[in-house]
Nanobody, 127 residues
Framework: EVQLVQSGGGLVQPGGSLRLSCAASGFTFSNYAMSWVRQAPGKGLEWVSVINSGGDKINYAGSVKGRFTISRDNAKNTLYLQMNSLKPEDTAVYYC????????????????????WGQGTQVTVSS
């Protein structure tokens, strides 16, 4: 059974930093591209960042480029999102997501590409 268990998140002041983690199990983590997706209050899902299976291809949504860093540790089966210079508009529930197909990667993934999701973690940026 595929499991994606998230940790991290919380309340932070504008300009602060947080790191999210997503521990994967039940599949060969190193074979799959992974992504972070968020949902702000009252809004739809928004793709944030994507990383390929080997970690050498990465892309970001324009709204987070230069502030967020996605990474992965295939030895630990874990995906990360380092978020710096946080803004109130980054407030959202953040989800890690696994591609449905192994060895597939797209610089601009569609939400339909993802077959499994983490439980979500709240990030609130407020003074």
């Amino acid at each position: 059974e595929v499991q994606l268990v998230q940790s991290g998140g919380g309340l932070v002041q504008p300009g602060g930093s947080l790191r999210l983690s997503c521990a994967a199990s039940g599949f060969t983590f190193s074979n799959y591209a992974m992504s972070w997706v968020r949902q702000a209050p009252g809004k739809g899902l928004e793709w944030v960042s994507v990383i390929n299976s080997g970690g050498d291809k990465i892309n970001y949504a324009g709204s987070v480029k230069g502030r967020f860093t996605i990474s992965r540790d295939n030895a630990k089966n874990t995906l990360y999102l380092q978020m710096n210079s946080l803004k109130p508009e980054d407030t959202a529930v953040y989800y890690c997501a696994k591609y449905s197909l192994d060895s597939y990667y797209d610089d601009y993934p569609s939400l339909a590409d993802f077959g499994s999701w983490g439980q979500g973690t709240q990030v609130t940026v407020s003074s």
